[in-house]
Every structure is written in C-alpha cells, then in structure tokens.
C-alpha cells in the first residue's frame, strides 16, 4: 500500500532562514512524488515532481527537494524563507492502479515565517 | 495557458437545497479531478473524470455526482445538503506525460451550507 506522512504540521521559520519541510513516504514501486502549496483561499500550487530522472528536484520559488530511496523521504528545502512562503504545503505521492493515476495527499505542514 | 478555472468561487445554500459547481480544464486535458477540503478531514478525492466518463470515485455517497462534457468541462453536483458538505471543493485537471501524470488546481469553490 501505499502511503504518505508529513512529519511537522507546523512549523515556524524566521525570515532569511532555511526552510525544512519532511515527507517520507511508502510505496511498493518507483513512486512519483509531488509538492503543492497552498496559500490562505486558495487551490493548490504545484511547487516541484520528481520524475525520476534526477533525485535532486528544482522548483518555483526556490524551491527543491531530494529523493532518498533509502529513507524513502522527499524533504523539501528552501535556503532563505520569505514572508510569501508562509502558506499550507502538501506531499503527494502517486499512485498508478487499475489504468490510472490516484494522488494520496500528506496531511500537510503549515508554514509560519516570522520577521 | 489559461489555469484551471472554477465558477462560482463562493456559494451559500441552506440545507437540504442542491448546488451544482462547474470547472473547465486548462486547454487540451482530459482529465478532471474533484476533491472536497475540510480542516477536519483534509483533502479528499471524490471522483474522476475522464473524456466523459468516471474512471475513479473515492468514498463519498451518492448526494455526490459529477458529470464531463465533450470539452472536458466538468460539473459535480451536491445534492440534499448537508451542513458537514460545507468546504472547499478543488478542481484539478491532469495530463500525462511518459506515464506521469501531473495534476493542476483551481482556486477553488468555497460551500457554506447553513
């Protein structure tokens, strides 16, 4: 089965420091993972995927996450957080059954960014 | 590209009326995505569409429905409301690329039924 897990619901950066946000993951194959983010009343915002064709993700906004297949994590990092990157982000992870794709969405890590 | 578009954005019902919410895929997606956000449950997957059929339903009853058109817009429909049907419902569209589908959102449709 498979599943994913944010390991933070909250947490709480100030501004110019690095942003740490963790995902692990369980799957039973090569998985596809997502980022979204989500700011107050709004839909979501994909931030980065890994497709498998490099572990080291780059996205929007600074942005990136790394895969570790070891640790089965997909962390995403920022190394300067902004006051604009305080938002809800969410892990996905993909799931390919029966002909087609099922996202499975973390529970989400709340982002707090102080001046 | 024009993004995923969701109309209306805000909607008050009372209970037991029904609520139709409409969303248009960005241009050349097939699927459609619906899913229902609550602070108590979190995102969850309703159903997907898939040039005009249902390929996927996640675990809600039957007041929920959807339907696609032949250019990919999509309704879900919400019938006999309940206070709890109260949330915000998100709309994605996806392609697929080398069999990695990626899924894009609109802004959302916000229900309050009182």
């Known amino acids: 089965a498979q599943s994913v897990t944010q390991l933070d619901s909250h947490v709480s950066v100030s501004e110019g420091t690095p942003v740490l946000l963790r995902c692990n993951y369980s799957?039973?194959?090569?998985?596809?993972l997502f980022w979204y983010v989500q700011h107050p009343n709004k839909g979501l915002q994909l931030l980065l995927k890994y497709t498998s064709a490099a572990t080291l993700v780059k996205g929007i906004n600074g942005f990136e996450a790394e895969f570790k297949k070891s640790e089965t994590s997909f962390h995403l990092t920022k190394p300067s957080a902004h006051m604009s990157d305080a938002a809800e982000y969410f892990c996905v992870v993909s799931l390919f059954s029966g002909g087609y794709n099922k996202l499975i969405f973390g529970a989400g890590t709340r982002l707090a960014v102080h001046p | 590209k024009a993004g995923v578009t969701q109309t209306p954005r805000y909607l008050i019902k009372t209970r037991g009326q029904q609520v139709t919410l409409s969303c248009s895929p960005i241009s050349g997606h097939r699927s459609v995505s619906w899913y229902q956000q609550t602070p108590g449950q979190g995102l969850q997957f309703l159903f997907e569409?898939?040039?005009?059929?249902?390929?996927n339903k996640g675990n809600f009853p039957g007041r929920f429905s959807g339907r696609q058109f032949s250019n990919s817009r999509s309704e879900m429909n919400v019938s006999t409301l309940e206070l709890g049907d109260s949330a915000l419902y998100l709309c994605?569209?996806?392609?697929?690329?080398?069999?990695?589908?990626?899924?894009?959102f609109g802004p959302g449709t916000r229900l309050l039924v009182l």
């Open positions: 569409y898939f040039s005009e059929t249902q390929r």
């Open positions: 994605a569209s996806s392609f697929t690329d080398r069999d990695q589908e990626t899924q894009y």
């Open positions: 799957s039973s194959y090569s998985p596809s």
